[in-house]
């Protein structure tokens, strides 16, 4: 298949991390729908990667390097280093009782561990970067647990493009998850019109905000530098109690 | 004072939503934090408006006007069409609970009524404009309520920007709300520097992103146009059960 | 049918609130459910009761009469009164955006309102009561719901009975409400024996747990009476700092 | 200091499962507040523990024992088994980002693996069993994660008594921690009336539960029981379409 359109998005890199609590090689059915997405951005040239988070040794706790407050071992400063250079960062992962996985919970206090760190224009790392989330569940929650995702990405810094959230759900209860092989011999949730538009909306709205974000050479650096915010410049603020 | 920035965004539109419950001239908490940003964005020439949704006669529903689904009167539409014309959305208020107000959801309600409406692209019609949120109560809440309001803005088409997310709350339990006078004639919360500093990157990015995304004519329409996806465009999404 | 139990359960009283945001004598999807639940305690004797709360006049705010501060009309107090009398507290309602409606949260609100009020023995008002929820969407949501329903519920002073949360979503993405008539003339969601199941125990489980409490007069009232505890009481608290 | 009641709770157990980051012997801020609600329950006999999660083996997943499902080590099969004696469980832990810790996530995860066994009435397993939490961190989420706990612990079947939840954050921002010690010589939050008020509120409201619910054998098995729904009693619940 051709691609639909001649905008060019190489150069850009992605991480899809995957939140699910199945070891590889066991399929993840959350890695399903990341595949949809995923293909769409590697043929426009995308620089794209997987990171299943359960499968890599990385330490639960606060700091960018949990080596340095007594784990043995943490994968997380390697993994650390491709956030850096990513342009696009997405949180995927299941529904368990209506809320994120534990894994998805991890990766999002390492992320959060690195918030302090700044770039060359004194604001927060990952300014310059865009965030979105991909869920799956088979009964409840695909909102619920991408509020949690996309909020924590954008008070990290990240730009939440337009539309950044998808996911599949099944009829509430027990049943079939996303890809499961039915008795007809089609996949669960695969034609759901809803999860398709809302997954390749996201992946487009992903790729443009980030290309518009590169273009721009991240976010303008006035009005929200820490740097120069801990050094006393107030941007325009005024202390009411001042005035 | 002088402006801090060469920077200019005049022709840009603001409309700051305050869901309080207390309707004017009875002062409002929520409101002396929105003047903080609202002074930063009046400044540098954007054109700003609060709403403060319980002095308004708009009708509880999901239809555009509410008029024709059995309300006698309906300030909404003429609201709307103030809302066609913003760049940046910031829902405010307070929390209640630990959650959102009424009136709070009530705009989110009323927003979400025109979420069918698209653009001239086939876009939906909030795609360009951005969205931030502002909350203010006396105990706990302003991430689980803006989780809930940045999400709302996203899912409807608009970009977050990095940090657009602000609030504040004083230590567990009752106590003095923001902005309320205390004995030693201080008041409540305005020399809190995380509010302050947050406050001020919120209003900085949202203008930075407002100016970016209206210099770009939008979100580029590609991969994301209701329109034509629901006339069969696929840009370049495969339906796995396909290939 | 006859009663499948000689459990003796008359005496009891329930109040459903339902949170549509469609007027009657409009439907709605929500009443159906309700239905389900109600119509098994009416076999047992159980005076049940529901308030659409869109039909009344009820005001916005969060004093326990809205008239006391500017309100022309206010059915709360009215209502209140009946709650008061209830043993049986359901906020059921629709889900919008992933969330609760402008009129569940209206309801939350008031009840909150009137949290201050205290019992014959010091406790909170509600303390003696229990509490459950009933939600539907087409979509997504139940459970987020229903986590700030009991919330609100447990923190006003009702006990939360086991598994005390039901309710009715389709598969993710716009489609049929719970109830809707099918092609085939069936009703949508009818037949979901997770929903059918899950609102049956529901509805027993706040019997079970109302009678419980009736018999027991209510909490045991010890260490949690706030009245002796503005007196100076500390029941057996003891501050660390003076250990 | 004398015991301020004659009630009786001994025979009474208790877990706090204390989800924080921090591997012992590291102090944790969460385990302050969890032995002020321990240190009253102690007093009145109840037997109670502390589980530190992060000190332990716990395998991620959700089954029963992983250990069946390719993890080398597991100990929650070993943890289950106090957790089936237990009549009291306490989720607590501290915030991050607004939410929950990966470990406290754990938790719920394992427990809820654990949800599908039945007791010999053939209810679920958790019935008969109270659940509360509590929560620390330094600046703002407490109600948003019990919502979450105690949602988790009634769906599991756990009853949830009046107020429930309990915890301690400072003003918004960073800042000190529950139990810092401050230039004074003071502690932070030690003195925080509302959260030492609640403590003992929840506290005692979890013994009375657990009491109660002990003397009554648990929750009546009438209305409630898996395995007769499963073999097609209904309990009075009348499918609509049918009536």
């Known amino acids: 298949m051709a ?3 001649k905008l060019n998005f190489s150069g850009l890199r992605a991480i ?12 993840s059915h959350t890695d399903l729908l990341i595949n949809l ?5 590697d043929k426009h040239g995308v620089n794209t990667e997987v990171i299943r988070t359960i499968d890599h040794d990385i330490a639960t706790g606060v ?17 650390y280093k491709r956030v850096e250079q990513a342009n696009i960062l997405v949180i995927c992962g299941p529904i368990w009782l209506g809320d994120n996985s534990s894994m998805t919970k991890k990766i999002i ?6 918030s302090g760190l700044l770039n060359k224009n004194g604001q927060y790392a990952y300014y310059g970067k865009v965030g979105g989330s991909l ?23 990240c730009v939440i493009p337009p539309q950044a959230d ?3 759900i099944g009829e509430v209860g027990p049943g079939a998850s996303y890809g499961d092989i039915l008795e007809d011999g089609s996949r669960e ?14 992946t487009w709205n992903l790729m443009h905000l980030a290309k518009m974000l590169k273009a721009n050479d991240g976010i303008p650096a006035q009005g929200n530098q820490r740097s120069k915010w801990d050094a006393g410049e107030r941007f325009d603020f005024e202390n009411p109690e001042y005035r």
């Open 16 to 27: 899809y991390f995957n939140g699910t609590l199945t070891k590889s090689p066991e399929p």
């Open 166 to 168: 998808a996911g599949w």
């Open 63 to 79: 700091y960018p390097d949990m080596r340095e407050h007594g784990a043995k071992t943490d994968e997380w400063p390697k993994i």
């Open 189 to 202: 949730g695969f034609d759901n019109d809803f999860t398709n538009r809302n997954t390749t909306f996201m």
């Open 37 to 41: 997405s995923k293909s769409i951005m």
């Open 109 to 114: 206090e390492r992320l959060y561990a690195c």
């Open 135 to 157: 869920i799956t569940g088979n009964e409840d929650g695909v909102k619920h647990c991408t509020m949690n995702t996309l909020y924590s990405l954008q008070h990290l810094g």
């Open 3 to 5: 691609k639909s359109s």
